[in-house]
């Protein structure tokens, strides 16, 4: 079978397996918005999408209404003709739109709480729902690639536990747990659609391993739909395009004098240049290959994910007490 045939016999089997829970090729990506050292609040884009198949783009309301925790925001977004939501420039009368975000102001009349905070979209009784995150400037994050990463395997990973197969590495719900136990924050990022956001966190938060469960955290997609993103994936190659863009954007939430990212986990080379590309060091880098092995700084000696959680203090020390006191001051 061709390359293109085998895209669409998975997208066939994805799309039929989750039809009746989930609305086809819609979704939005997890929001991340970062408290500066004056108090200001700056975002990540909201990347917001309906689908064609919901019936939405025939509708001849374009208003997207947004909730966060229950309580209507301030403000609305507009949907385009591809089911696009977008927020209108106050100041521009011809209609011309930005993906961008909110201002500080607006993003603070959210009443955001720390960590997380469930944001819905709804335009013409259809829906898609996020997270927003809301961390500190001084926050330290870990990234963890998803498919390959924490599944066993990138395509397998997509679909086995859609029919219900764990196919989950071994022992990574205990280390992540434990780092985000040491004061880290943890940023799940997938060369995934946006289509497919809803799907990657119930996978990810419904995963269980011995009773351990993986930490909260931001999970960002790839803004693009099913087909393009996929193409990038698996006829392209080259998911580092949309990673390396996305991790940069994050990183401009922080001040310029600090880089956030701690360490990164990964399957591919592709996803060691998109950590190297955000200034991590060489030694927070780990990538697992396909028996489930871990290789540190490309040493020919390997490791578990069980085993690092058997010296995660020393290469993730605790940050507890700051912890404390970041709480008391927020």
Known sequence: MSTMGRIGSYIGRGVRSVSGTLNPFG??????????????????PWYVRFGKIQGVL?????AVNVSVNGVEAGFRMNLDNRGQAYFLREQDMENVYSLTTRTSEQLATLNLKEGKNVVVFTCSKQQVDARIYLWRWDANIVISDVDGTITRSDVL????????????QTGVAHLLSAIKENGYQLLFLSARSISQAYLTRQFLFNLMQDGKGLPEGPVVTSPDGLFLSLY?????RAPQEFKIACLQEIKALFPCDRNPFYAGFGNRDTDEICYLKVEIPEGKIFTINSKGQIVLKRNTDTMSYSCLHGCVNDLFPPMSSVSSLRRLTM
Not at 58 to 62: D, G, L, S, T, V
Not at 232 to 236: F, I, P, T
């Open 27 to 44: 979704g939005a990506v997890d929001i991340i918005v970062v408290r500066q050292p004056d108090g200001s609040l700056k975002s990540t």
């Open 232 to 236: 990038r994936e698996v006829v392209k």
């Open 157 to 168: 990973g997509q679909f086995m536990p859609l029919v219900g197969r764990d196919w989950s």
């Open 58 to 62: 025939k509708a001849r309301e374009n």
